[in-house]
């Protein structure tokens, strides 16, 4: 097969490397990709919301899979797109359609859809322009802290837990009156916040069957502790120790399957994968978020330990055979560590030479460099973004595993670079 993945981040970098060790892949392209993807496959410079490009491109190259990395295209419709062209419509396109991306494209969309399904989550209220002052009433009368989030799409950064009223408050007219997340902001849903542990789990569907994946455990803070700002994610383990057989099975029989239950029977097309973003709550699951793709930095912890082919999953996705598919995951922790650009996640540069990178990616069962903001500049590597690697390791602990990709993070350098160094801490 000739497989086109899009995006350019420490996702796709791991999806690339999996699926270049496929027997089915014949040909693999990453657009955009990074420096990192270059030696998986071959860069295309197409923008992932390029729709004509990459039609032109699959047509030319005899694409027969595209796997969509990150959700804007989703919510744009590529999938929709390709579905819609007599052209195209023979490629396969692995990403939900643009109703079903709306369980992360509108949290409004997904909070209802909870609530249709009878899936536990936090309770909420939403709030636009039109009720403004309605909306400050309801927050002036919450428990605190109070959690506001934008409706749409606000590259991972339209969340705001306000410790007061007042803080609260000041936040809901930041997002609506004065456009903080632009028209992401246009509408604001406010949850109860839930106190506990915040847990990943990944799912692969074909809009009737699933399977899982994988779980994992993300770290949002710049600082070590858990402390500052809110990031992208600077690193992220696997598995998770308190995520047991009757923990998960809590997961999946209350919030997994009727979740795909109710894509089902809302006839929404969804060939693709599900997050769920859960907060472990004293032993309690609740839905936090969905996402309609696969994480970042969890997709770097996930798809090493996956031992399946994974373009046979993705294929069996479409060919109504998920059944059939027993999901092998091995015995290791895993670990990775997201090395950042100093100033991350404010203003940072770009252009940054790296040195002490690997000259090939590792194979599984060492430790392996993901690009996530990287690009080449001739025969040298430079930073081209806030998150610029993943270092992905594997142990018989986690603390095995966090220990090996530190050393290896200490043979790499980029002028200002920063990483946390208790990634997984609570495990230790």
């Not at 569907?205 to 455990?217: L, M, N, P, R, V």
């Not at 373009?311 to 091995?330: H, K, Q, R, S």
């Not at 602990?397 to 350098?413: F, M």
Request: with cysteine; net charge negative; glycine share 12%.
């Amino acid at each position: 097969m000739n497989i086109l993945i899009l995006g350019s981040g420490g996702r796709e970098h791991a999806f690339a490397w999996k699926i270049a060790r496929s027997k089915h892949c014949t040909q693999l392209f990453i657009a955009p990709g990074n420096a990192g993807t270059a030696h998986c496959g071959t860069n295309v410079n197409i923008g992932v919301n390029d729709f004509a490009a990459q039609k032109q491109f699959c047509l030319d190259n005899q694409v027969n899979l595209v796997l969509v990395g990150p959700e804007e295209p989703l919510v744009k419709g590529v999938y929709d797109f390709f579905k819609n062209d007599p052209a195209l419509s023979h490629i396969k396109v692995f990403g939900p359609s643009a109703n079903g991306a709306q369980l992360e494209g509108s949290k409004a969309f997904s909070k209802k859809f909870m609530e249709r399904h009878a899936i536990p989550t936090a309770a909420y209220a939403e709030f636009t322009a039109a009720n403004l002052e309605e909306g400050k009433a309801y927050l002036a009368q919450q428990s605190l802290p109070i959690v506001l989030k934008a409706d749409g799409l606000a590259a991972g950064k339209g969340v705001v837990i306000s410790q007061t009223h007042e803080e609260a408050i000041a936040a809901f007219e930041e997002m609506i009156v004065h456009k903080q997340f632009g028209d992401a902001s246009s509408k604001v849903v406010v949850e109860a916040f839930l106190q506990g542990i915040e847990v990943s789990v990944f799912v692969v569907t074909d809009g009737d069957k699933y399977k899982i994946i994988g779980h994992a455990k993300d770290y949002k803070r710049i600082g070590e502790g858990d402390t500052g700002l809110n990031t992208g994610g600077m690193g992220c383990v696997s598995p998770v120790p308190f995520m047991d057989f009757a923990f998960m099975q809590k997961v999946e029989s209350r919030i997994i399957a009727p979740t795909i239950a109710g894509l089902k029977l809302e006839n929404i097309d969804y060939k693709g994968f599900v997050f769920f973003g859960l907060m472990n709550v004293q032993g309690e699951p609740f839905v936090i978020e969905y996402n309609c793709r696969m994480g970042d930095p969890e997709t770097e912890v996930v798809i090493p330990r996956l031992q399946n082919d994974l373009i046979e999953l993705l294929n069996a996705a479409f060919d109504g055979t998920l059944d059939t598919i027993d999901i092998m995951a091995g015995d290791s922790s895993c670990c990775t560590v997201v090395a950042v650009s100093g100033g991350y996640p404010g203003d940072y540069k770009k252009g940054m030479a790296i040195s002490g990178l690997p000259v090939k990616d590792g194979e599984a069962g060492e430790t392996i460099v993901f690009h996530a903001g990287t690009k080449a500049s001739g025969a040298a590597v430079e930073t081209n973004g806030g998150r610029v690697l993943a270092v992905t390791s594997f142990g018989s602990s986690i603390p095995e595993a966090v220990a090996k990709s530190a050393a290896a993070l200490a043979g790499i350098s980029f002028e200002g670079m920063n990483f946390r160094k208790d990634i997984g801490y609570e495990f230790a």
